[in-house]
């Protein structure tokens, strides 16, 4: 395959033995637009996970019990198929001492080891995907604008909902917080976007202090005048900014979550403040249900149950 060719072409340039590629783009979410899906464009692989590795005389893919069949398939000329958690990277490299080049856009470091830790391979950050010199995107002409949810239909405001963040942060003795899950960031804004087709999911991340001051990072495109009125507390900043944004925090005990915050975003706070590197506090709270969303959970459930019933019969 001539994509794969040219990629590996570009590993003396970088000084590296492989490289390894995502399903998933920088906000780790399930679903990913076309025009994002690495992994696809560079094995044709279409399922919902998976990665590749790729090194000088050999390619792998790594997929779950779901995809074996379909995997060979689609790649199985072109691709070793591996199934997870039979096979990971350390049980292919073993003991070989290699260098393999990742975008540490699109990886956390617990990713990361648990890929690799066995290994004695070199991991080697590369900010400037490979993948990306290889294709032409289609630019995107429509911009889908975020929208936000009433409190009826929530049951907390998101100023409540800040609030409530910014105490268990004090209880915690932490400065700042980093949202870095865009989930977390739809439910702590009531906000929600058109990024992905099947989820509302506005990508997007997050800032609060203990004195609830916040930072919202996005597309200014998808912001609207009536969103501006309903989070008019809210600082909103251009997402390209974020790592200038970032590189100048100092001094400060900040939380991240281990969970999406990328290598990238974790290096850049580093360097000049303290890091927990814990699971996002919002995941906890948002998995207890207010009265109100379990009233439309139960309604979501019968509107699925009578869609799907039509469909079978």
Request: aromatic share 10%; net charge positive.
């Amino acid at each position: 395959m001539e994509k794969i060719k040219n990629l590996k072409k570009l590993f003396k340039k970088n000084n590296i033995d492989g490289y390894i590629v995502p399903k998933n783009d920088e906000f780790f979410g399930e679903y990913i637009p076309e025009n994002k899906d690495n992994l696809k464009f560079i094995s044709k692989f279409s399922g919902s996970y998976g990665f590749a590795l790729i090194l000088k005389k050999k390619n792998y893919l790594f997929v779950d019990g779901r995809y074996t069949l379909q995997a060979n398939i689609q790649c199985g000329d072109q691709f070793k198929i591996m199934t997870i958690p039979k096979k990971l990277p350390v049980d292919i490299i073993k003991n070989k001492k290699l260098s393999v080049g990742y975008d540490p856009k699109l990886y956390t470091e617990l990713m990361l080891v648990r890929l690799f830790q066995k290994s004695k391979c070199k991991l080697v950050p590369i900010e400037n995907n490979l993948i990306d010199k290889l294709r032409k995107r289609k630019k995107i002409k429509k911009v889908n604008k975020f929208f936000t949810l009433e409190e009826k239909n929530v049951g907390v405001n998101h100023t409540k909902k800040i609030s409530i963040l910014s105490k268990k942060m004090n209880q915690n003795r932490i400065d700042l917080q980093f949202i870095s899950a865009a989930e977390n960031v739809a439910w702590i804004l009531n906000l929600r976007g058109r990024d992905g087709d099947f989820t509302p999911i506005p990508n997007s991340y997050l800032t609060i202090d203990n004195k609830k001051n916040i930072n919202l990072f996005c597309d200014l495109k998808k912001i609207d005048r009536k969103i501006k009125l309903v989070l008019k507390n809210i600082n909103i900043i251009e997402i390209k900014d974020i790592e200038k944004f970032l590189n100048k925090i100092k001094n400060k005990k900040i939380q991240i979550d281990r969970l999406s915050c990328s290598v990238l975003f974790k290096n850049i706070l580093i360097k000049n403040n303290k890091i927990f590197e814990l699971n996002d506090m919002t995941y906890i709270l948002k998995a207890i249900k207010n009265k109100i969303e379990i009233k439309n959970i139960k309604q979501s459930h019968i509107s699925d149950g009578v869609a799907l019933t039509k469909f079978l019969f």
